[in-house]
Nanobody, 124 residues
Framework: QVQLVESGGGLVQAGGSLRLSCAAS????????MGWFRQAPGKEREFVAA????????YYADSVKGRFTISRDNAKNTVYLQMNSLKPEDTAVYYC?????????????????WGQGTQVTVSS
C-alpha cells in the first residue's frame, strides 16, 4: 500500500518562502516519478510540478515557474517543493501524488496515489 504524507505547510507573508516535504512508503520510491498539485477554495485541483524518478527531469506550471523548485532525495524516500516569492494566489492545499507505474513523468490525470494535503496560506 503506497502512502504519501505531506508536511511543511503553514502561514507565510507574501514574498516569503516555504518548503514542503512528501514522505513516501510502500514501494521502491526511486522507481517512480512524483508530482505536486494544489487546490484553492472553490477551484479545481491544478498541477504544480513534477519530477522524474532520477530527478533529472522536472516540469512546472507556468504560474510557478521560476519561483518553485521540485526535488527529491531517493535515499530518504522524500520529494520536496521549495516555494519562494510566494503570492496570495498561491494559497491552497498542496498535495503530493504518484503514479501506479514507473517510467515517464505522468500527465496530470495519470496520478493514482495522493497524500492528505498540507495547507499553505500566503497573506498579503
Amino acid at each position: 500500500q503506497v502512502q504519501l504524507v505531506e508536511s511543511g505547510g503553514g502561514l507565510v507573508q507574501a514574498g516569503g518562502s516555504l518548503r514542503l516535504s512528501c514522505a513516501a512508503s510502500g514501494r521502491t520510491f526511486s522507481s517512480y516519478a512524483m508530482g505536486w498539485f494544489r487546490q484553492a477554495p472553490g477551484k479545481e485541483r491544478e498541477f504544480v510540478a513534477a519530477i522524474s524518478w532520477s530527478g533529472g527531469n522536472t516540469y512546472y506550471a507556468d504560474s510557478v515557474k521560476g519561483r518553485f523548485t521540485i526535488s527529491r532525495d531517493n535515499a530518504k524516500n522524500t520529494v520536496y517543493l521549495q516555494m519562494n516569492s510566494l503570492k496570495p494566489e498561491d494559497t491552497a492545499v498542496y498535495y503530493c501524488a504518484a503514479p501506479s507505474w514507473s517510467g515517464r513523468i505522468p500527465l496530470p490525470y495519470e496520478y493514482d496515489y495522493w497524500g492528505q494535503g498540507t495547507q499553505v496560506t500566503v497573506s498579503s
